[in-house]
C-alpha cells in the first residue's frame, strides 16, 4: 500500500511530526510527588505505570495537568522533524494520534504552522485508552470520517502495534 492508495493518513506526534523538548525524569518525579500526596507508593512504577495508579487512586486529573502542563512546554520548545513537511501534501484527511496530550500536539501542531493541514487530534486524553490498544487510532479515523484504507505513520513499535490492533497499514518513521 502507498500513501496513494489509502483513504487517511494518521501520524504520531513526538518523534515523528516534532521532538518535544521534556525532561521525562523531572515530569515522572512531580507525578510521583502527586499521588504520593494522595496515598500512592509510586516509587517503583514508570511514567505509564503511574498512570496507571492515578486511575485507581482516582487522581488521573490532577496527574494529566502535571503530565500535559510539561508536554505543552515541550511543544512550544520542539523541533520540527523531516515528516512534518510531508502533512499539508496529503489529498486525503490528515490525523493525529498520540501518546501525548491532546492539548500539547495541538500546541505543536501550531508552532510548526500545521494545524491548517491536521483534520483530528486525538491525544492521551481523549479516549478512555491509549496505544497500543487501537481505540485512539480507531477513533481518530472515526473523526476523519476515513471510508477506507488508512496509514499510520509513528517511530515505535507501540504505533506499529497499534495499527496491527486497528487493521491500519504502518510506516516506520
Known amino acids: ?5 489509502v483513504s487517511a493518513v494518521v501520524y504520531d506526534f513526538d518523534g515523528t511530526l516534532v521532538d518535544l ?3 521525562w ?5 512531580e507525578v510521583a510527588d502527586v499521588l504520593a500526596t494522595g496515598g500512592v507508593d509510586a516509587s517503583d512504577a514508570d511514567l505509564w505505570r503511574m498512570l496507571d495508579l492515578a486511575d485507581e487512586a482516582d487522581l488521573r486529573p490532577t496527574v494529566e495537568d502535571v503530565i500535559s502542563a510539561h508536554e505543552c512546554d515541550g511543544a512550544r520548545q ?10 499539508a501534501d496529503h489529498d486525503v484527511p490528515v490525523g493525529v494520534c498520540s501518546l501525548n496530550a491532546e492539548a500539547a500536539c495541538r500546541v505543536g501542531l501550531e508552532v510548526h504552522d500545521l494545524a491548517g493541514h491536521v483534520d483530528a487530534v ?4 481523549s479516549v ?8 485512539p487510532l480507531i477513533a481518530t479515523l472515526r473523526r476523519l470520517d476515513a471510508d477506507g ?7 515505535s513499535r507501540r504505533d506499529e502495534l497499534t495499527a496491527e490492533r ?3 497499514a504502518f510506516e516506520w518513521v
Not at 122 to 125: F, I, L, N, P, S
Not at 128 to 135: H, L, N, Q, S, V
Not at 149 to 155: K, R, T, Y
Open 1 to 5: 500500500m502507498t500513501r496513494d492508495d
Open 21 to 23: 523538548v521534556v525532561d
Open 25 to 29: 525524569n523531572a515530569v515522572a518525579e
Open 78 to 87: 520542539s523541533t520540527r522533524l523531516r515528516h512534518a513537511d510531508l502533512v
Open 122 to 125: 486525538v491525544g492521551r486524553d
Open 128 to 135: 478512555a485508552t491509549r496505544k497500543p490498544d487501537p481505540e
Open 149 to 155: 484504507d488508512a496509514l499510520f505513520v509513528g517511530d
Open 166 to 168: 486497528a487493521g491500519v
